[in-house]
């Protein structure tokens, strides 16, 4: 997902996501334009982000807030939200950088390994996010299916929580 900050006044339609000015807050347009031009705010969305987080083995792991290389722990958000109402993407770059990073999706290769992740509640402030005990697969930039096991790379979980 690709949020770009706007003039909410320039916002054309109901549904479209702008950032405030003023506060730096996400929002989801809604409604009629009023006469100045704004739109409605309804929700405002908060997040979590882990930071970049170095790790080189990624089988059968549970990534989370820890920063120590290969630590397994849970994704602690501290958004007072059960897992159902959270939004979660995982990025991973091969340098710590934005600029290099991709956004993993769920992705299974074939029934021959166990590769991909899954989100497990542990409660409103918590959960796990555990890979497969092969690693994750994800779609290179030629458009085939490359394996995520033992690069020495980084991930960083981004968490959103709408208001």
């Known amino acids: 997902m690709t949020i770009k900050k706007v003039d909410q006044k320039n916002t054309k339609a109901s549904g479209d ?29 908060s997040s979590y982000n882990t930071g970049w987080i170095n790790r080189s083995d990624w089988t059968n792991v549970k ?10 722990s849970n994704v602690t958000h501290s958004l007072a939200a059960a897992l159902p109402s959270l939004i979660v993407n995982l ?11 991709f956004l993993i999706g769920q992705f299974e290769s074939n029934g021959a390994t ?26 290179n930039s030629g458009g085939s299916a490359t394996l ?10 981004i968490v959103y929580k709408a208001a």
Do not use: H, P
Request: hydrophobic residues 30%.
């Open 17 to 45: 996501l702008y950032v405030d000015d003023d506060s730096n807050e996400l929002y989801v347009a809604y409604g009629k334009k009023r006469d100045d031009g704004s739109l409605t705010k309804i929700s405002g969305i």
């Open 63 to 72: 990534m989370g807030t820890d920063t120590a290389k290969n630590a397994d």
């Open 91 to 101: 990025f991973v770059s091969a340098t710590g950088a934005d600029s290099d990073c």
């Open 114 to 139: 166990t590769t991909g992740y899954t989100l497990i509640s542990v409660d409103t402030n918590n959960f796990t996010f555990q890979t497969g005990t092969s690693g994750l697969y994800y779609i």
């Open 148 to 157: 995520l096991d033992a690069e020495d790379w980084y991930y960083k979980i």
